[in-house]
């Protein structure tokens, strides 16, 4: 085997692993990945596209609900993050899924300090996740085009 | 379970074909199940509302489009759309999953189709309402292919009875014209197969080996994933199953 391909599926298989033990991942875009198969390659892309263009939908909604000037539509604000963290959750977005638990406390509570730091954290951390699965398409390609196959990566 | 050897061993041999009606108003769940039902080898049709699933069954506005009489026996009246499942989300903006499974459930032509609840929220009494009501099944989302697996006997049960009612309506080797004479040769075929004509005996053997899955899976799961409301699946579910096969002739 290819030296050079046999270094990129190691950096490959590092990096996935590092998501999961970082707490970006869980075992949820296992089963995703587990869905994916030579009929359907581009399955788990397709999915995540849909759940970041969710992410700015959402987002967006919840930055406009919490910008009021007058009293805030806390029940709107939740419903947004309920829809967000079914989302993160169907996905293995951990992390996501994890900011929006404690998002629904917060706008039950009707914390507006609370819920405008806590969806800034939201934005941040899945443009990180998107950043980061884009570094793995990346090396995926970088793989395929140098010849090798992409490594089913065992985790545990 | 004997049926479920007969059953898998007629899987094998004839790979039928589940048709799967799922409903969700979110895209991306819908593309989720949708890749889900494929990998579980079911031929899949998504629509995002109840008032599109009605339409796809041939219910329309309450009205059964296809439905003769009121004593019809067959649960497969409209023949181009043979639908082995139906399985819904719960929180859904104008028919709500719940809803959807009342219309279904009072529908003479489709209520012995099963239909399973999805939801993203663990809620006991939402998840009782939705089994009294005649639900299969009520998982939690995100719902994973080992779930999808489970609903195979289910759905098998379904094709085979449909099969079995066809046969019996059809004019067989009977002496007298009564209802139960008609029955009477066929029973002792379902019999070997492990149907029985008594629908409450049947339904429990398959919830209770369920139970015992879900069981095991949670011990392995960190998280609580299923039912929380397995004391939920009463035995005294009366879900009229062959009832027709007494009346009809």
């Known amino acids: 085997m290819d030296a050079h391909v046999a270094q990129l599926q190691m950096q490959y298989r590092n990096y996935i692993l590092s998501l999961y033990q970082q707490g970006f991942l869980d075992d949820q875009f296992t089963e995703l990945k587990s869905l994916q198969d030579d009929g359907t390659p581009d399955f788990v892309a397709e999915v995540l596209s849909l759940f970041f263009d969710d992410c700015v939908k959402l987002v967006g909604n919840m930055a406009r609900a919490l910008d009021q000037t007058g009293t805030v539509d806390f029940s709107q604000v939740g419903a947004n993050v309920h829809q967000l963290k079914g989302s993160s959750s169907s996905v293995g977005a951990k992390r996501v899924k994890g900011l929006c638990i404690n998002f629904k406390e917060l706008c039950e509570a009707k914390n507006y300090e609370g819920c405008v730091r806590c969806l800034q954290q939201v934005d941040i951390e899945y443009k990180t996740l998107k950043a980061k699965l884009q570094d793995m398409f990346n090396l995926e390609k970088q ?3 140098a010849g090798g196959i992409v490594p089913q990566v065992d985790i545990n | 379970s004997r049926l479920d050897l007969k059953i898998s061993a007629m899987v094998m041999a004839a790979e039928p074909q589940f048709h799967v009606l799922a409903v969700d108003d979110s895209l991306f769940d819908r593309k989720l199940i949708e890749r889900l039902l494929q990998k579980a080898s079911c031929q899949v049709t998504t629509v995002d509302s109840g008032y599109k699933a009605l339409e796809f069954l041939g219910l329309r506005e309450g009205v059964e489009i296809n439905d003769p009489d009121a004593v019809s026996t067959s649960p497969v009246i409209h023949q181009e759309v043979e639908v082995n499942l139906i399985i819904t989300d719960y929180c859904m903006p104008g028919m709500t999953g719940y809803d959807l499974l009342k219309k279904v459930k009072e529908s003479s032509a489709f209520k012995n189709i099963p239909v399973v609840i999805m939801s993203s929220e663990n809620v006991p009494a939402r998840i009782s309402r939705c089994l009294e009501e005649g639900a299969e099944e009520f998982f939690l ?22 099969q079995m009612l066809e046969e019996i309506e059809k004019p067989s080797k009977v002496e007298s014209g009564t209802a139960a004479a008609v029955v009477e040769p066929e029973v002792k075929d379902l019999t070997e197969i492990g149907i029985k004509i008594v629908p409450l005996q049947s339904e429990v053997e398959p919830k209770q080996v369920h139970l015992q899955v879900v069981q095991q899976e949670d011990q392995t799961m960190s998280n609580n994933k299923r039912k929380s409301v397995e004391e939920g699946l009463s035995t005294d579910r009366s879900r009229p199953r062959f009832e027709g096969i007494t009346t009809a002739v």
Not at chain 2, 153 to 159: G, Q
């Open chain 2, 141 to 162: 989302k995100p719902v994973r292919l080992a779930d999808l697996n489970r609903l195979k006997p289910h759905m098998m049960k379904t094709k085979l009875k449909n």
């Open chain 1, 143 to 145: 793989i395929v085009q």
